[in-house]
T-cell receptor
Framework: GIQVEQSPPDLILQEGANSTLRCNFS?????LQWFHQNPWGQLINLFY???GTKQNGRLSATTVATERYSLLYISSSQTTDSGVYFC??????????FGTGTRLQVFP | DTEVTQTPKHLVMGMTNKKSLKCEQH?????MYWYKQKAKKPPELMFV???????INESVPSRFSPECPNSSLLNLHLHALQPEDSALYLC????????????FGQGTRLTVV
């Protein structure tokens, strides 16, 4: 099956810093989403991004499907950005497979 | 409105109990999913329903029994669970299978004692 690896696994930042999270996948995918899981377990949709670049406030994402990776940029991080970030790829039409996750902690 | 509602939020059950998890969406989505997430792990797919029919069962033990009574509602019936089944159970929906954006509920945190 497909492998979806995220890096780094853990990231500790001070408030105001910028960061880049990476998602690599081992096979062709139909689509890709980025989620933020808050401490209560809720998965919050960040981006639905099969290719190209999208921006939403301090966050932006780029997917290069032909090279099998996606990047999530967080600028001017805030403590509320803490949590786990997952990419998830749509594989074989019916399956949304999650990456290994990046755990982000932002300190004041 | 992109809301998927799961009830209950928390559930504690004994190994001999029967309980059900409920998931509801009113976005007109025709695909619904159950995921299981253990602590510090990513969510893992359990079941996929498309147009109220089960289309994927990821070799889930029979003590988990899904049901889709209508296009807005998805249940997960639990019976004779084991302590290792304790996890966060997440429901999701998308417009049609998974070539469209999926939205998740807040989850049910299940503890089996």
């Amino acid at each position: 099956g497909i492998q979806v690896e995220q890096s780094p696994p853990d990231l500790i930042l001070q408030e105001g810093a910028n960061s880049t999270l990476r998602c690599n996948f081992s096979d062709s995918v139909n689509n890709l989403q980025w989620f933020h899981q808050n401490p209560w377990g809720q998965l919050i949709n960040l981006f639905y991004i099969p290719s190209g670049t999208k921006q939403n406030g301090r966050l932006s994402a780029t997917t290069v499907a032909t090279e099998r990776y996606s990047l999530l940029y967080i600028s001017s991080s805030q403590t509320t950005d803490s949590g786990v970030y997952f990419c998830a790829v749509i594989y074989n039409t019916d399956k949304l497979i999650f990456g290994t996750g990046t755990r982000l902690q932002v300190f004041p | 409105d992109t809301e998927v509602t799961q009830t209950p939020k928390h559930l504690v059950m004994g190994m001999t109990n029967k309980k059900s998890l409920k998931c509801e969406q009113h976005m007109g989505h025709r695909a619904m999913y159950w995921y299981k997430q253990k602590a510090k792990k990513p969510p893992e797919l359990m079941f996929v329903y498309s147009y109220e029919k089960l289309s994927i069962n990821e070799s889930v033990p029979s003590r988990f029994s899904p049901e889709c009574p209508n296009s807005s509602l998805l249940n997960l019936h639990l019976h004779a669970l084991q302590p290792e089944d304790s996890a966060l159970y997440l429901c999701a929906s998308s417009q049609e299978k998974l070539n469209t954006e999926a939205f998740f509920g807040q989850g049910t945190r299940l503890t089996v004692v």
